[in-house]
């Protein structure tokens, strides 16, 4: 199996001029996407319609390249929010069998899924936590990976609007419940969790709980859940390897290079970094007060996105990387999973 | 009993200019200051201190005036936001006992009191709510009046801090707890609501219960709740009369409108228009969908002030009027208590 | 010529459910439409993508039912920003030849234009004006209205984003210096203004200077401009009417009332109303201070929406009106006008 | 010349209790206190009230403490803002002559001054450059400093609001061109710039003219500029040393490096650090394109800082450092100057 990660700027959500350059000039085949990786650049919280511009602009140019059925096979994830320096981008993985001259080796592979729609009420519950474990599982099948193997869990989940909601549910609350659910069901798939230690009550409460590896983005331009997993495997064939390691807090640059290490390449070989965020819910970092969660005018993921943006892109200089907000059971609380991709930096052991 | 009020505009919150000249000149004797209301130009939110600060300067002014602990006594409360076309400026209420040339006729009287302070852990409570409950009835007692001639209750009630709070509830969320937990307090203390009906799990769910004339305002700049009633009552000796409606929607102008009625005076007589709002929480306003609930940029508070503001500014052409946000357990969903006191626009009948 | 206005609500930028259900029951011939006037739910400044979704889904969806290159024929024009009340939704207007059993009588006629697309640092400038005039004529030929008959002239220009720019100007600027070029293109084609009247330092500077009738929005979306007028004309042969009158002040609740009137139709045969707004740049209005200027945490674009949105709304009762935001050389300095479609509410007079 | 640098948490603008615990203990004398440079937590833009809050809760507490008289002698500067991680502390400067215990040598010294007060049209003027640049020479004689060994100069400088703002100029442009003006002051009487060099037209366009030490902040709570300088000097007696460098960018982690090692002490000896910053006005970082320009919604300083103040943070790992947005004529376009004291790590060499 090879993978390929194309990262590509965006001038506006329906900018897809690089994918096409790629497209035109035979470096990229869309044949082989499975799924593309967005950072987008609404608000990345309820009213962000910038996610399901850049899904409906790749989804209309895929079909056209490839045909309707085949570009709906492909997972769309879009998270909004590029605050401060974080750049927008479109990752665009693609996938193909290893070709004749190539040999397995140690590097990245890749599965994708999907659940069922959830309903409203759903969205936050042990049932939606069961179900995606059970997709986690099938991605995980999909890319011939064991759980001590894989290094991200992307998952894309729902929201319930506020014309939806039942009684006392901000549509806000409802994109961590969703997050929080959906991360816990990866952490059941990947065994760090057992289902019996999870009681509905604690999901969004027990933040104790949680996964190393999850990264979950909800949205309001799906209603079910759309997966990746990405891992390292001895049936790779590409350039490609992933590491990981985990924030304990926001301003946690060690566990940056941690992870980058962890890919066993120096950082000038790093291709992107994949890390989760939110504000400490303690009201501090380092001890030391912030003000983040008290702020009426800027929601915290916001915030959290522009500080762990800024210290991901510190580390490798680049400030085209993935963060994402609003961490509910990804990492400890405060902090979150980061997730390094690198280029083998010289010909992989075969 | 004689009740004045003084509406005088603010530069900036520390702007004392207006109430100083009132003062130099003789026109406002600031011993008889019981109670001051003011509109402040902060987010009206959390993060405010456009309130404190108004509080802060107004104290240290008046104590100057009149002595510390005299200036203590006085009801301060600050409410902040001014969106749109709302102007900053503070409602300075008198009291003194009718002069010897005046007698009494029915007109507006006036009574002000305090709660203890409330643990981080009480906002919001069925503890709160009692509590709230008694110091109205000592206000009511205070001003002599019966609970059936109430126009208006306003109350100022703290709010939890992120850095204070239990696990689950945010500095935002513990904001409408805390007024519709006062909110409450009144309707009990004005027999609107039997103690028997209200169940601890009612506050902030159940809103078919509540106050025909309450206010609540919350703020990070008190602990206690602080409170004053305006009210008609046959041992007024001023030439000021209150009257009230509730507004059933935001644009329910019709409700403006008869709140002026209900003064008996005609609209050049208005002095000020005291009302509550909220962004209805059904989704839509005359059944369509409003944005206000689902735009993560502004608070929903903010917005809502900005149109109640517009319709009763337009009503009467004069911004300066006092709207604030949050109407939980005050007049139905989506609607609140509409306050306004006129002079009386011929001598009052004695 | 018969004009039908279709007020459609939608659920999100891409929401054509209700487009679709009245053509899918013959309500509505796609082949007819001229022009989508929309009003979305983005903040309706420099990055509001909500407009270009809108776009790109109309577009798409039209191409399938009535050929891509029809579909391009038809005029665009979303304009950002639903803040407080006002509901999402969108105008579709159609234009046939009157039919065999209808007679021509006193009604609403409209017509459509483009200009050339504007170089960036061509926006705001004396050859802005200069094209837009001759486009409004045209416009107006196409109508074939005389300008005194004119009562709205809707223009969709361009703005300039921040790598784009030249030194010194913001991208939020450059809206308002597009919206204000556009606005006196119009004034010149109506002979508001005479074009030696005009030196190219008046553009956003001599805001005595302005026409009754334009209504400017700017966008990301496109580089040229898109414009419709819409006026009374003895050729017309359906059942609308429109007036327009100028609000001085954004209270201006008089004004809305006078446009009404000016359709000769009661307020409950109003099918749309269409206002230009902006923050007093005066700092104050109706001689009181207010603070949308000074607020830099929401843009005075958007809280001047919600306030004349709420006044709109508040006398016909229905917030599903059309409130724009930046009336640069639109009315007097914090004023704009206001447009009223009315059904006639009898049989016209043939 | 001994200075010393007490650097306090503050859990609100108007919380003294740091500052009084260190005065109760003895700790910190208060009559020794030349300057306070506080990072508060509002908006850090126009209508930001937290800056005069705390300044007016700090003369009031001084007042009383050591007078009111001396209490003005006192520079208070407050910055506002502190997105992200950035946590509300409070900097208290004292200066003492050296005690005879103490001999003298290499080490920090510090001076102070004023400028009169500015008239609004002032503001952003040649004649403001030149005025700030005759005091921050005031302030060098006052610390016996010499240009070239100055390495932070502070300057607080006033605003216009919209009230008083000339046509076409709003509150928010005045702050930039408040600042730039101070900066181009300082950078004048530091000999970075020659004053035949400044035509009036580069203020605030030219930004390749700047001040390598000069940081700059605006607020509306003063109409002259308060000034402060940092340098190293022989005469120092105190335990305390100055170093600089210059961002060249926002995620330049290496110039606060290079900052730290110019005070010749390892990073655990850093007491504060002070940053000013930007949002590149070129529109990119590192040739990525970056959105804060362009967002609508949050004002790119208050996103700078959270950028800039999370990179600052992460090098020494603690949050309470002081970085203050808009950098015009400080440091190159889109950087800025970083100045760090640190505590000498043995007994200076007398």
Known sequence: MRIDLHKIPQASPDDLS????????????????????????????????????????????????????????????????????????????TRQAGSLEESPHWGLVMGISRTRPFAPDEIGSLAMVKT?????????????????????????????????AESGRSSYQSMADSRGAAALGAAIALGEIQPEQLQPEAICQNFNLYSKTASASAGVELQNCEIFVL????????DLIVGHAVMQHALDIEAVRSAIADTGQPPSQVVNIFAKVEADPSGAVLNRRHTMLDDSDISHTRMSRAVVGAVVA????????????????????????????SRLSSAPVR
Chains 1, 2, 3, 4 share one sequence.
């Open 231 to 238: 891992g390292n495997a001895a049936h790779a064939t590409g």
């Open 18 to 93: 690089g994918l096409d350059h790629l497209i035109q000039s035979g470096t990229l085949d869309p044949t082989q996407i499975i799924a593309i990786l967005g950072k987008t650049e609404g608000n990345g919280c309820v009213n962000d319609f910038t996610r399901g511009f850049a899904t409906q602009t790749l989804k209309a140019y895929l079909g056209e390249k490839i045909g309707a059925a085949a570009a709906k096979q492909i997972v769309y994830i879009m998270s909004g929010g590029t605050e401060g320096v974080l750049s927008p981008h479109l990752n665009v993985f």
């Open 132 to 164: 995606v474990a059970q997709a986690v599982q099938a991605a995980l099948d999909d890319a011939r990976l064991t759980p001590e193997n894989v290094h991200f869990v992307q998952i894309k989940c729902p929201l319930v609007q506020s014309n939806q």
């Open 314 to 341: 510190a580390v490798i200089q680049d400030p085209m990387v993935y963060v994402s907000g609003g961490s509910e059971h990804q990492g400890p609380p405060g902090g979150g999973p980061v997730a390094v991709i």
